[in-house]
């Protein structure tokens, strides 16, 4: 809770990380399953006390009295691109979660991110980007069962090498309706053989996995969340040498591609993604 007897003196300063979902998509809101982790690309959002008003950006500002904000400047900086698939709107709802309450438990922080998500940004979200942003740690990825919102660390192996490669497809989830739009019956389709592919990746080997990721888009793109020009561009991926396997990853309709490649020589132009620290929130008095 909040200190209003301290208010005017307190900032605060939210991190929070961009993620990568190596296997698992839309199945957070039909209760299954997903492999994410945490990337070192951050949002910031600093909030410095005011006696009175708001200043900040206008999406930042109704997300933050969303959240019960008190008075306050509110500074973002991000390193995360916005519409290609690495959740840049929950890390920012998350960051004003964070910075509006000060520390909380995880899971609740989570569900009031979605909460504001939901209502001022109109994006029909699960929990997977906020549950594998709070959870994540170096080195491991988290294995999420939406069943019953529990989370496992897994240890990443040091062969599972991973890139992404932006499609130039770029979207707003919250101006489409990817629920409305998909085939239900494919759709639930796709979430048995997904979760069954969650648990295949668990043992998997570097070339499965490969295989795993090229099944995923496949489902995904049965269900009608890719398009044209982004399967074409996976595809290419696919056959690229060095290539283990390519899918569409995030909401849907354009945004990066996740690659698993044989080794870091394997399109040199882009990096390699390692798990990383979750979100924090520091309290600062002045």
């Not at 957070?28 to 982790?37: I, N, Q, R, T």
């Not at 504001?116 to 709070?134: F, N, R, S, Y």
């Not at 080195?139 to 069943?147: E, Q």
């Not at 490649?261 to 390699?272: C, G, M």
Request: aromatic letters at 6%; charged letters at 20%.
């Amino acid at each position: 809770m909040v200190d209003f007897e301290r208010v005017d003196a307190m900032r605060r300063r939210a991190t929070i990380p961009a993620r990568i979902n190596i296997i698992g998509e839309h199945t957070d809101y039909a209760g299954g399953k997903a492999l994410p982790f945490a990337l070192d690309v951050h949002l910031v959002l600093e909030a410095t006390a005011l006696n009175a008003g708001f200043e900040g950006g206008a999406t930042v500002i109704e997300l933050w009295k969303a959240a019960g904000g008190w008075p306050a400047r509110l500074s973002v900086e991000s390193e995360i691109p916005i519409g290609v698939g690495m959740s840049s709107s929950a890390a920012l709802c998350l960051a004003v979660v964070l910075c509006v309450h000060g520390p909380m438990k995880p899971l609740d922080a989570c569900r009031e991110a979605q909460r504001i998500e939901h209502e001022v940004l109109k994006t029909p979200c699960g929990l997977l980007d906020q549950m594998a942003m709070m959870h994540g740690k170096q080195g491991y990825a988290s294995l999420i069962d939406f069943s019953r919102n529990s989370i496992e660390d897994f240890p990443v192996p040091n062969d599972w090498l991973f890139k992404l490669v932006d499609s130039g497809i770029h979207r707003t989830l919250g101006d489409t309706s990817y629920r409305d739009l998909r085939n239900e019956a494919a759709h639930s389709a796709h979430v048995e053989s997904e979760n069954q592919r969650v648990d295949f990746a668990r043992n998997a080997s570097p070339k499965r996995l490969g295989e795993l990721l090229n099944q995923s888009h496949t489902s995904l793109q049965q269900c009608g969340l890719s398009v044209p020009e982004m399967d074409k561009q996976v595809g290419a991926l696919q056959r690229t040498e060095g290539v283990l396997g390519a899918r569409m990853m995030g909401g849907g309709f354009g945004g990066m591609i996740l690659v698993l490649v044989a080794s870091e020589k394997v399109l040199p132009n882009q990096r390699l993604y390692r798990p990383s620290q979750g979100g924090r929130v520091e309290e600062l008095f002045e």
